[in-house]
């Protein structure tokens, strides 16, 4: 399974940026996308994540500013952001969990830079 991830860059606070994810691969029907962030000094966390029947998590302080979506027939995953504030200034990484019968598998793309100026 490989994951691309594009539509990171420097915004201004108050801006907008989407991020974007592709993968491709064998990739189980049922599946788990995300995104996941990690600001220097700090451990990666999750942001949001989405299953492919539609069940979506978000990290608490990210609700209402944040929205994942995903289009399970081209396996992309999408995370608008909004409001965006200096503290989300983050690598951002997308991920697939792949389940089998084999048990969970974990994807994860190149991240991508998001940089949010004051």
């Known amino acids: 399974v490989q994951l691309q991830a594009s539509g990171g860059g420097l915004v201004q606070a108050g801006g907008s940026l989407r991020l974007s994810c592709a993968a491709s691969?064998?990739?189980?029907?049922?599946?788990?996308m995300g995104w996941y962030r990690q600001a220097p000094g700090k451990q990666r966390e999750l942001v949001a994540s989405?299953?492919?029947?539609?069940?979506?998590y978000y990290a608490d302080s990210l609700k209402g500013r944040f929205a994942i979506s995903r289009d399970n027939a081209k396996n992309t995953v999408s995370l608008q952001m909004n409001s965006l504030k200096p503290e989300d200034t983050a690598v951002y990484y997308c991920?697939?969990?792949?389940?089998?019968?084999?048990?969970?598998?974990?994807?994860w793309g190149q991240g991508t830079q998001v940089t949010v100026s004051s």
């Open positions: 991920s697939v969990a792949v389940f089998t019968l084999g048990g969970r598998d974990d994807y």
């Open positions: 691969g064998g990739i189980s029907s049922y599946n788990v």
């Open positions: 989405m299953t492919s029947g539609g069940t979506t």
